[in-house]
């Protein structure tokens, strides 16, 4: 027997239909247009939002690189890096020196810096705001940030203009005119004058030395394996003083980012699979009277199926294709928006559309599209007629009545919510995720936000220092923070707290113990002009020529140190100065040998200087290798002690750095107070901000862009589907219940009881994404929190973002079905509605 | 002298199908005794629903004024009449119309619970067993047979105590054994508890249960009906 292809007959319905339901359809159209544009927004948005992580890390670095190289580097060195196959680039920077002083300034900190070709015009170029003028070239010439010249006092200067400057480096002091032959910024605050590699070469100053002489790398792929770092670590010969550092994205991270990424996609395609899927059931069980129907007349389950799945082919090529060809449109209109946001200059990002997204939103929102609506085809080609006819559109999956406590509205709006609990836990997820990515989104940016990555020490506000303590000689040291300025700090309204540091030069004359160790392992850590074995002779010759110094801290300060030492000391001891606490860069050294343990217990004999005949002498009980008690010069370690024991052995001891804690955090008034203050007083030419919170944060605000508005940007892209979920359940939930409302109507349930039920259902859809949202989401929050934001960064949610967030979910989620009855309620009259629904 | 419990004066219902006016009732008269079981009977399309409809509260007439249980319905509003029908009004539609979502029990105490009174659960208990409902307490709708449907609209409109029950061909869904079940039920229901029943029936048979029996056709009551 020949078959009878019946094809072109369920397609000429298939039309038909399409062209008679029109409304349906376009809502259909509608939805899947959506989808398809918002999955591939979503697609090219994050893909900006990824490129755009990077070029924030970037600019914060200041370079584009993967890995730098310190402690100097030999060329043997570099050759191994520029012979690896993985490397791209391999530039080089060194100091050459550094300012000492300008007429208009005498304590200068501003940094002579050579960088090659490959460092200012690869690996640094991305990182630049502008630049004007060349690269210096002659040896005279230099490059220069306006903070470099400020700091100098040359402020006013530009291109082409010269100045006097005394600088040093590794062999002396000296004095020379330089013309400025560039300027640049970036987004760092940098204070450095680059200079050409003729004047690195005159210097004299060597690429191997420490401190001298980087490395900086690029690789051909930001992804490096731990087993390749430790290949390279181990091909280079590192000396001790060497370290290769990776700046790049870690496995870890970058593996981190992709879950992310991949993340965010597939909550995507869950929440537009789940409105797809909706729809077309809602679709298919709102027409089962027509399925039924055409079952009646002689279609096959095969044939319904064909011609629902012809229709759906249609209504997905077209919304697919439609909403691709919007996106694309809109992209290029909403990418430059988001770069602009992100505080890059537009055109330093291509616009991230790739055929990679217009095919894989293709593909995704096909298969949604199929997947939505298999079932319900399935579904339409299983009606029987007769079940067609006597269809009621509510599934009866509860057998048996379970409570009949509590408020009647309630119990029936929890009745229906449990219904169909498939179609609620639909609209429950579909919202609950959208909440959830909200709450991710807003705690992961709110994490990334300059006021809480910005921290220093004792989340202070701002550290002012006295310069001239930096200087070796002690005649040079000014006391610039006198008891005046002190009192009218004090005075400051928006000041909670000053811990004044004060310091005084010291001799600790030289011993084998623990002394010894210390001077031999920071002479093994670095190269000093003489070598470890004539230093010894010198310094127990002349042990004035190694001074030391002394440091008194306050309480608060002593308690912040001590939690941080590995063996605590008994605080009333050391107010009484009874011990102290031993500063020494070896102690936080990686490569040092020595340890606190090792020194701990031993007593040390120092004099002040001058004094050789008052000798002191303290247990020491602690010691560290924080720099930041390393202010001050000098090579033997540091002695840290009680600041009333300081003062009860010295009359007038300096001030050496004032660190302030502002009664409300990033308190600019206050701190336009205390620079007024600073630019007042005698000193305010020696004074500089070792660090500002204010300022830290602007620099990473503006490395960062608006992170947040992007992050809120998707998080409503994903909300709108999500609201369109519920909305299509919900509208969908009325129209089936359409003659079930009524019939409550008629037996004698109010419109005020009806649309109080309705709203308690809403709020039940609410509260059902709430929950997925503090179980699932906040689980979910926290695992990316910890894996994506600062360790000292606390998991906190941000509790009125996210409060609004489930308000607003909950008068959306109350208002819709009371809107839908409404629209449904001007159909007619109760028996109207209900002869109609029937 | 017997109690007029429904008094519907010179009712019309006109409804406009496109350029047409179709009368659905055109100037009846209608009353009904209190505990009176009266049956409307007439063809598809002679008002009889309508009618019921009117006396309900259920839609507005185009004309003329109805009273039920010396209530004019038609100054009430939308909100009022929605209270009158909980209150006065016990409901039993050929399609049952039970909340589906509601087990058999709570869907007869429904109209007291929206009512916002106590159910007296000893009534409540002699209806269902009256209508043999026990062990079906605690089902859901689309669980029940037709007349157990049926069964349960009864108890439903009868646990209200109602000033009227208004049945609107209530056997029109049931077999002819499970019709005069429901039928016996309700009108035993409607004596133990002293309803005032009106019935709307297209079969002979069925109408021939009630005290009184009212024929429609074409909008106007042609016989059975009582001088006010």
Not at chain 1, 758 to 766: I, P, R, T
Not at chain 1, 777 to 793: I, R, W
Not at chain 2, 64 to 76: I, M, R, T
Not at chain 2, 117 to 125: C, L
Request: glycine fraction near 8%.
């Amino acid at each position: 027997m020949l078959r009878n292809n019946n094809n072109a007959v369920v397609d000429r319905m298939a039309r038909h239909s399409l062209r008679s339901n029109k409304g349906r359809n376009c809502i259909l159209v509608l939805a899947v247009f959506l989808s398809a544009f918002l999955l591939f927004t979503v697609l090219t948005v994050g893909k900006t939002w990824f490129e755009m992580q990077g070029i924030a890390e970037m600019r914060l670095r200041g370079l584009d690189s993967d890995a730098y190289l310190y402690g100097g580097f030999t060329q043997g060195q570099r050759k191994v890096f520029e012979e690896d196959s993985d490397i791209s680039a391999v530039a080089a920077s060194a100091i050459a020196g550094w300012a000492v002083k300008t007429e208009a300034d005498d304590t200068v900190d501003v940094t002579f810096l050579w960088e090659d070709d490959t460092y200012f015009n690869e690996l640094a170029k991305p990182a630049r705001n502008w630049v004007k003028g060349n690269y210096p070239k002659k040896e005279n010439e230099v490059m220069v940030t306006k903070a470099a010249l400020e700091a100098c006092g040359f402020g006013k200067l530009g291109i082409g203009d010269t100045f006097k400057i005394t600088y040093a480096d590794d062999y002396g002091e000296y004095t020379k005119e330089f013309t400025i032959s560039g300027i640049w910024e970036e987004y760092r605050n940098r204070r450095e004058f680059l200079v050409s590699k003729a004047f690195w070469e005159q210097s004299k100053m060597r690429l191997e030395d420490y401190g001298r002489g980087f490395l900086h790398l690029k690789f051909k792929s930001a992804f490096i394996t731990d087993k390749k770092k430790e290949a390279l670590q181990e091909s280079l010969q590192l000396n001790k003083r060497q370290k290769l550092v990776f700046t790049g994205i870690e496995a870890r991270s970058l593996l981190l980012l992709f879950a992310g990424m991949a993340g965010l996609i597939l909550v995507t395609c869950l929440v537009a699979f789940l409105l797809v899927y909706n729809i077309m059931y809602l679709s298919v069980s709102g027409n089962t009277r027509y399925y039924g129907l055409l079952g009646t007349i002689g279609m096959t389950g095969r044939q319904v199926d064909r011609f629902v799945k012809r229709q759906m082919f249609t209504i997905g090529a077209v919304g697919i294709g439609s909403g691709i060809v919007f996106g694309i449109l809109t992209s290029f209109a909403l990418v430059p928006v988001i770069v602009r946001n992100l505080g890059v200059k537009e055109g330093d990002i291509p616009v991230a559309i790739n055929p990679g997204s217009i095919l894989l939103c293709i593909l995704v929102t096909g298969i949604t599209v199929y997947l939505g609506s298999k079932k319900p085809a399935r579904l339409a080609a299983g009606i029987s007629p007769i079940e067609a006819l006597g269809y009621q559109p509510v599934a009866m999956s509860r057998k048996t009545h379970r409570f009949r406590k509590g408020n009647l509205l309630w119990r029936m709006a929890a009745e229906q919510f449990g219904m169909d609990k498939k179609k609620t836990a639909m609209a429950v997820g579909a919202l609950g995720i959208c909440l959830s990515f909200f709450l991710c989104a807003v705690t992961l940016v709110e994490g990334q936000s300059p006021k809480k990555i910005v921290s220093g020490y004792m989340d202070l506000d701002l550290i002012i220092q006295n310069d001239t303590m930096a200087r070796k000689e002690k005649g040079k040291w000014k006391q610039i923070m006198t008891p005046s300025f002190l009192s009218s700090l004090q005075n400051e309204k928006g000041i909670s707290q000053m811990h004044i540091r004060i310091d005084e030069q010291i001799v600790i004359p030289w011993e084998n113990g623990w002394l010894e160790d210390c001077m031999e392992e920071l002479y093994g850590l670095f190269e000093f002009e003489k070598g470890y074995k004539d230093m010894k002779k010198e310094y127990q010759r002349y042990p004035e020529k190694y001074c030391s110094f002394i440091e008194g801290l306050d309480l608060l300060e002593f308690r912040e140190l001590n939690e941080t030492l590995e063996t605590p000391v008994k605080e009333e001891e050391f107010l009484s100065g009874k011990v102290c606490i031993l500063y020494d860069y070896i102690f936080g050294a990686e490569r040092s040998k020595v340890t606190a343990g090792q020194v701990i217990g031993q007593t040390a004999s120092y004099y002040l200087y001058g004094q050789e005949q008052k000798e002191f002498q303290m247990e020491i009980a602690g010691a560290t290798g924080d720099s930041y008690y390393g202010m001050v010069f000098g090579q033997p370690p540091k002695i840290l002690v009680s600041d009333s024991f300081l003062k009860s052995i010295v009359k007038e001891p300096y001030v050496s750095r004032i660190g302030i804690l502002y009664n409300e955090e990033y308190d600019e008034k206050t701190e336009d107070a205390i620079k007024n203050l600073m630019e007042n007083s005698e000193g305010n030419r020696d004074f500089s901000y070792d660090y500002s919170k204010i300022e830290e944060a602007k620099q990473v605000e503006a490395s960062q862009g608006n992170m947040m508005g992007v992050g809120m940007g998707l998080a409503a892209v994903l909300g709108f589907i999500g609201m369109m979920n519920y909305l299509n359940t919900s509208v969908g939930n009325i129209q089936n219940r359409k003659v079930s409302l009524s019939v409550l109507e008629s037996i004698g349930m109010t419109g005020r009881q009806l649309k109080k039920m309705l709203v308690y259902e809403g709020l039940l859809f609410a509260a059902g994404s709430a929950a997925v949202t503090i179980t699932a989401g906040l689980a979910v929050t926290y695992c990316l929190h910890k894996a994506v934001s600062y360790n000292y960064v606390p998991f906190e949610i941000p509790v009125l973002p996210v409060i609004a967030a489930f308000c607003i979910v909950g008068a959306i989620c109350a208002i819709i079905p009371v809107a839908a009855y409404w629209k449904m309620e001007r159909e007619g009259t109760v028996i109207e509605r209900v002869r109609n629904g029937k | 002298m017997d109690t007029w419990i429904v008094q519907a004066k010179s009712l019309k219902k006109y409804y406009r199908m496109g350029k047409n006016i179709v009368k659905a009732l055109n100037g009846v008269d209608f009353c009904v005794k209190e505990r009176e079981f009266v049956s409307i009977i007439g063809k598809s399309g002679s008002g009889k629903s309508t009618l019921l409809h009117m006396v309900g509260g259920l839609d507005t007439p185009t004309e003329g004024e109805v009273f039920v249980d010396g209530k004019n319905l038609a100054g009430l509003s939308k909100e009022q009449l929605t209270v009158f029908r909980r209150r006065k009004v016990g409901f039993i539609f050929q399609n049952y119309n039970l909340v589906p979502d509601l087990d058999v029990y709570e869907n007869i105490v429904l109209p007291v619970e929206l009512d916002g009174k106590r159910v007296d659960r000893e009534f409540t208990e002699e209806v269902i067993r009256l209508l043999k409902l026990q062990e079906k307490k605690e089902a859901l709708p689309g669980m029940l047979s037709g007349g157990q449907q049926q069964r349960v609209a009864i108890a439903r409109a009868v646990v209200s105590k109602p000033a009227i029950i208004l049945a609107d061909e209530p056997t029109g869904n049931l077999d002819t054994a499970s019709s005069h079940d429901v039928m016996g039920l309700l009108k035993m229901a409607a004596r133990q508890f002293q309803q005032t029943v009106v019935l709307i029936t297209h079969d002979n048979d069925i109408a021939q249960l009630a005290d009184r029996i009212v024929h429609i056709e074409d909008g106007v009551i042609v016989n059975g009906q009582e001088e006010i």
